[in-house]
């Protein structure tokens, strides 16, 4: 008896142990290929067909994120159905499916046009000097506020969507991630310009211990990680994506660093690249930096604080810093480092500041869509500091529900994250207290088996 005891012992042991350790699933895949350069695409993402004319179009609504197709050389149309007063944003990820080639001019391009054929705004990102296929985000926006011109009506206006690679070599497919934002304006009008000065010294990095922190596979896994120290592996190709918690009047600033390689010789001009991307996916700014096998590292230059005026700043550096939420950081090593020093990975280190007190952001007059993507949570804090994977997938998962739709508040997926602790923690407990139980019971038998024998 004792001895069946002991092995029911073992599995309980066991049963408690794996429900006490997080999950660990299978590389992303969602690009198709399951390599660990596939980007992981929203789990909750509609699948929707671009229309080449806008009489087609399907309509994208706030607060969801679609899937689409992008043929070479092609344009696409999508239909967005705004009132007169909201500001709405649409930023489109363009992933290339394998065995696509790139060159450094080659990008996307994404505008958004009234029914007229009025070019409200538009934005174009590209591959850049790294001239290696990974995820770039391109942006456009329809905005109503003071000291913008046109476009401020009701009705229909159109996302379009196109490549920009006139000289593609084995041009394939490439996938789209839609992402659509609405944001209310403020019950009170603010300032008509920028603030005029801010502290644009360069910030000294963060030292210090560093903590490991696997980097996500897209925007929806991004894992989320507040100031300190980080350190994570990165193969040629790759991309990884981190979030960052930036409230109102604060200020950000990042560093990346790559660590030297054993072997290898020469030197990759652009091997290195870090991306930011704010809280509607829309491009911020970038660094790089070359790899000769010695460490290297690139920073982003001075941000001002978040603030709703910069809004009114001239260039996309300061501009994009016009709202509270997470901010992203997309790190990616290009594929010609392999040629030179092997497939890796090697060490990445990833030095995040955020600097300043919390101020009070404007007061909206309606609600966002997604809800609450323009404001930061105590949980949000909480998931950046442990450094927590979402319950969308972290690094690992093949693909994560939108942070927003899995909460309806847009500022990640605490919530889930919060759940899975609970989940793990009552594993834990319910395996502690059949180990005890059981051990009462193979004691009460023990007594029983010697006072049978003594009888």
């Given at each position: 008896?004792?001895?069946h005891?002991?092995?029911?012992l073992?599995a309980?042991?066991?049963?408690?142990?794996?429900?006490?350790l997080?999950?660990r699933?299978a590389?992303?895949?969602?690009a198709?290929?399951?390599?660990?350069?596939a980007?992981?695409?929203?789990?909750?993402?509609?699948?929707?067909g671009?229309?080449?004319?806008?009489?087609?179009?399907?309509?994208?609504?706030?607060?969801?994120?679609?899937?689409?197709?992008?043929?070479p050389?092609?344009k696409?149309y999508y239909?967005?159905d705004l009132?007169?007063s909201?500001n709405?944003?649409?930023?489109?990820?363009?992933?290339p499916?394998a065995g696509?080639r790139?060159?450094s001019?080659?990008?996307?391009?994404?505008?958004?046009?009234d029914?007229?054929g009025?070019t409200?705004?538009s934005?174009t990102?590209y591959f850049g000097p790294?001239?290696s296929p990974h995820?770039i985000?391109?942006w456009?926006?329809?905005?109503?506020?003071p000291g913008?011109?046109?476009?401020?009506?009701?009705?229909?206006?159109?996302?379009v969507?196109?490549r920009?690679?006139?000289?593609?070599?084995?041009?394939?497919?490439?996938d789209?991630?839609?992402?659509c934002?609405?944001?209310p304006?403020?019950r009170?009008?603010?300032?008509t310009?920028p603030?005029r000065t801010w502290d644009?010294g360069s910030?000294?990095?963060?030292?210090?211990?560093a903590a490991q922190?696997?980097?996500g596979?897209g925007?929806a896994?991004?894992?989320?990680?507040?100031?300190g120290v980080?350190?994570?592996?990165?193969?040629p190709?790759?991309?990884?994506?981190?979030?960052v918690?930036?409230?109102?009047g604060?200020?950000?600033?990042?560093?990346?660093?790559m660590?030297?390689?054993e072997g290898?010789?020469?030197?990759?001009g652009?091997?290195?690249?870090?991306?930011?991307?704010?809280?509607?996916r829309?491009?911020v700014?970038?660094?790089?930096?070359?790899?000769?096998g010695?460490?290297?590292?690139a920073s982003?230059?001075?941000?001002?604080?978040v603030?709703?005026?910069?809004r009114r700043?001239v260039?996309?550096?300061a501009?994009?810093?016009?709202?509270?939420?997470w901010y992203y950081l997309?790190?990616?090593?290009?594929?010609p480092?392999?040629?030179r020093?092997?497939?890796g990975p090697?060490g990445?280190?990833?030095?995040v500041?955020?600097?300043?007190e919390?101020?009070p952001?404007p007061?909206?007059?309606g609600r966002?869509?997604?809800?609450e993507v323009?404001?930061?949570?105590?949980?949000?804090?909480?998931?950046?500091?442990?450094g927590?994977?979402t319950a969308?997938?972290?690094g690992?998962?093949?693909?994560g529900?939108?942070?927003?739709a899995a909460?309806?508040?847009g500022?990640g997926?605490?919530g889930?994250t919060?759940t899975m602790?609970?989940v793990a923690?009552?594993?834990i407990?319910?395996?502690?207290?059949?180990?005890?139980w059981?051990?009462?019971?193979?004691l009460?038998?023990?007594?029983?088996s010697r006072?049978?024998?003594a009888?």
């Open positions: 008896m004792a001895a005891a002991a092995v029911a073992c309980v042991l066991a049963l408690g142990t794996a429900a006490a997080p999950a699933a590389p992303p895949s969602a198709g290929d399951g390599s660990p350069d980007y992981a695409f929203a789990r909750d993402a509609r699948t929707v671009g229309a080449s004319g806008t009489t087609d179009a399907v309509r994208l609504d706030p607060g969801h994120i679609y899937r689409s197709v992008l043929p050389g092609a696409r239909r967005l009132d007169a909201a709405a944003y649409v930023s489109a990820t363009a992933v499916r696509a790139v060159s001019s080659d990008g996307l391009k994404v505008s958004v046009q029914a007229d009025t409200c705004s934005g990102s790294t001239q995820p985000a391109a456009a926006s329809r905005e109503t506020g913008t011109y046109g476009c401020k009506g009701a009705g229909a206006y159109y996302a969507v196109e920009r690679d006139p000289t593609a070599v084995l041009p394939v497919d490439w789209l991630e839609l992402d934002v609405s944001e304006a403020p009170r009008a603010g300032a310009a603030p644009s910030p000294e990095p963060v030292v210090g211990q922190r696997a980097g596979a925007f896994t991004a894992s989320a990680v507040g100031q980080w350190q994570d592996g990165i193969r190709g790759q991309t990884l994506f981190y979030k918690p930036v409230d109102w604060q200020q950000l600033s990042a560093t990346v660093e660590g030297s390689s290898g010789d020469g030197y990759v652009t091997a290195l690249a870090m991306s930011l991307y704010n809280p509607v829309a491009f700014d970038d660094a790089d930096a070359g790899y000769s010695a460490q290297t590292s982003l230059d001075p941000l001002p604080p603030d709703y005026a910069n700043a260039g996309q550096r501009g994009g810093m016009r709202f509270a939420g997309a790190v990616h090593l290009g594929a480092v392999a040629e020093f092997g497939d090697f990445l280190t990833l030095r500041r955020v600097g300043g919390p101020v952001g007061v909206y007059a966002s869509a997604p809800g323009f404001r930061i949570t105590a949980a949000d804090r909480q998931e950046a500091a442990a927590a994977e969308a997938g972290g690992k998962e093949s693909g529900s939108s942070p927003r909460t309806g508040a500022g997926a605490a889930d919060r602790r609970m923690v009552g594993g407990g319910t395996g502690s207290a059949l180990v005890l059981l051990g009462v019971w193979t009460a038998a023990r007594r029983r006072r049978r024998w009888g």
